[in-house]
């Protein structure tokens, strides 16, 4: 997952006409992901010394897992020892609204922050 988010910011990095130095990148990470977001900052810092975004910080901010009951018409947060049933009903979870979001939000650069088309890991 880090390699994918280097890529990318690569990417755009090499997109720019003055290639500027990155200071901060902001990532949404969804609950349901399977991304840990304290092994996926490590794994960011081991991999970026040296590297055009050496120095960078990265931020994560997390989006709770959502779903929606059809059966009772409301919201819930699910939970794994239920096996993400519904706690009203115990129907089997069907609809995320969130909690799934992989995304670069927006970096800092420069003094700026720019929000790179919020590029989708």
């Known amino acids: ?25 902001h990532l ?40 929606f009951c059809h059966h009772c018409q409301q919201d819930y947060r699910p939970e794994i020892d239920s096996q993400y049933a519904c706690r009203e009903c115990k129907s089997p979870m069907e609809d995320i609204r969130s909690g799934r979001e992989l995304k670069i939000d927006r970096l800092e650069y420069c003094g700026s922050a720019v929000e790179p088309n919020a590029a989708n890991l």
Do not use: D, H, Y
Not at 1 to 25: D, F, G, H, Y
Not at 38 to 63: C, D, H, M, R, Y
């Open 1 to 25: 997952m880090t390699k994918a988010l280097i890529v990318t910011l690569r990417n755009w990095w090499e997109a720019q006409p003055e290639r500027p130095k990155i200071s901060c990148v």
């Open 28 to 67: 949404t990470v969804g609950q349901f992901t399977g991304v840990e977001p304290v092994s996926l900052e490590l794994a960011f810092k081991a991999q970026i010394p040296n590297t055009f975004l050496s120095g960078a910080k990265l931020v994560i901010q997390e989006t709770p897992l959502i779903a």
